[in-house]
């Protein structure tokens, strides 16, 4: 009986490490970065001493905010703002109000793990999570265009846990 519990106790220990091997190491499923990351180039290249804030203001408004890329975690499409992305919604409401034509661009990517169908789905809900913060900040919805790309147009090799999470991404675009 003893030598059973032994062999028992064993056999679970060792379950749990090679599951936790398989999982985290070989798959890669256990880094899951939180950050959201943007990618913003500079607005204005020179700003003359001669202008007044005011003047600063109205050519910040003038132009289209940049593309940006949002970040989220294996198999989540929870987003929570933080100051680059409150930025980007002031920017871009301001360019929406002078330019009605424009339209806000949101599709949703994921990465390779997982079926195609579902990770279409998971893009999508990503996205909505992203138009949802657009809509509740005053963006009104006819302006906002929604798609999910799912894992069809990745930004990075699917074969590392830092490419896969550069993948799971929604990326947010102004047009004319």
Known sequence: ??????????????????????????LGLCDEPQTNQIDESELLSEVNNADSLEM?????????????????????????SDSISENYLSKSIAYLSENNQASINITGHTDAIGTDEYNRALGYRRAQRIQLFFESNGVPSSAIIVESKGEKNPADDNNSTAGRANNRRTEISIKN
């Open 1 to 26: 009986m003893k030598i059973l519990l032994i062999g028992f106790i064993t056999f679970s220990i060792w379950s749990v490490i090679a599951s936790n091997i398989y999982v985290c190491k070989i």
């Open 56 to 80: 600063l203001l109205l050519k910040q408004a003038a132009l289209a905010p940049n593309d940006i890329k949002i970040y989220f975690a294996f198999d989540k499409s929870e987003f929570y």
